[in-house]
């Protein structure tokens, strides 16, 4: 008893310390990069521009990417990363291509029901100069994603798996700790079910680039709705009204759920699952 304690505290203290990493490592990258926009404006009237971080596409950039590095190297300091989880796992293109497509119908949904909250976005603007500047892609479409999965997915959710928690627990929790995070009142209900089918797609297959890959592609795809139809145009307004959108919200759903089941029916038949302990401890069925 004495021992699960120890454990369940040790898991709690684990999971703070790589969020208060996050948090640190965002405020770190964001003051030195302010400094060094601002080094000219220092050196000649002493004056700092507080605005340049949501203003210039490259410094966001560059801070998302210094950000993404600090805390890679404190994780790899602190031998908080799976190198088991950085292989293949032998799965093939095909199964990640199937995978891709399976976000497809789960970024339709997910996009559609924040639609319905009309939640206000405080990140619309700087997402969208970021969207159309080639470091802002790199950082949105391959830096960011890397990160969050290697702190949500590895950092926190493995964690919580190997010290004796379900899995559908340890992902709930890795999900609705990555919504919360993103501090957006229009990003948070989108990141936390974006979390649990991340967390799902890492828990079966073993591999962080399994989710790193469905990370990508849904901020790609983002990306690409604002070059082609611009930052204001809705769901809605594509499928031609608010009827037409529902019924395309049932075959989206339809198409989630037969990818899952291929999914599922594929990684069970070649992955061990998470029985608490450890990877490689027996297979548990979800």
Request: aromatic share 12%.
């Amino acid at each position: 008893m004495t021992y699960v304690i120890i454990e369940r505290r040790d898991t709690v203290r684990r999971t703070i310390c790589l969020v208060l990493i996050f948090l640190l490592a965002q405020l770190l990258s964001s003051l030195a990069v302010l400094f060094f926009f601002n080094l000219p404006g220092l050196l000649q009237d002493g004056c700092l521009e507080m605005g340049v971080l949501a203003e210039s596409p490259v410094a966001i950039s560059v801070s998302l990417m210094l950000n993404a590095a600090i805390v890679w190297g404190v994780m790899a300091l602190l031998r908080w990363t799976d190198r088991k989880s950085f292989r293949l796992q032998g799965h093939g293109w095909k199964v990640y291509v199937i995978a891709l497509l399976g976000m497809m119908p789960v970024i339709f949904v997910v996009n559609l029901l924040l639609e319905l909250f009309a939640l206000e976005d405080w990140n619309a603007a700087a997402f969208g100069r970021m969207a159309c500047h080639p470091l802002g892609v790199l950082a949105l479409v391959l830096v960011g994603p890397f990160m969050e999965e290697l702190v949500f997915r590895m950092g926190i959710q493995r964690h919580l798996m190997r010290h004796r928690m379900h899995p559908w627990v340890a992902i709930a929790v890795s999900s609705v700790i990555f919504g919360v995070i993103h501090g957006n009142p229009a990003q948070i209900p989108g990141a936390v079910l974006f979390g649990v089918v991340l967390g799902w797609l890492y828990w079966r297959s073993g591999t962080i680039w399994m989710p790193v890959a469905a990370h990508a592609f849904n901020n790609l795809v983002g990306v690409a709705t604002i070059w082609f139809t611009g930052s204001q145009t809705t769901l809605c307004d594509l499928c031609g009204g608010a009827g037409v959108a529902a019924l395309c919200a049932l075959v989206a759903l339809l198409g989630c759920y037969v990818v899952y089941r291929y999914l599922d029916g594929y990684f069970s038949n070649r992955m061990p699952l998470f029985n608490g302990k450890g990877m490689d401890n027996g297979v548990v069925r979800p």
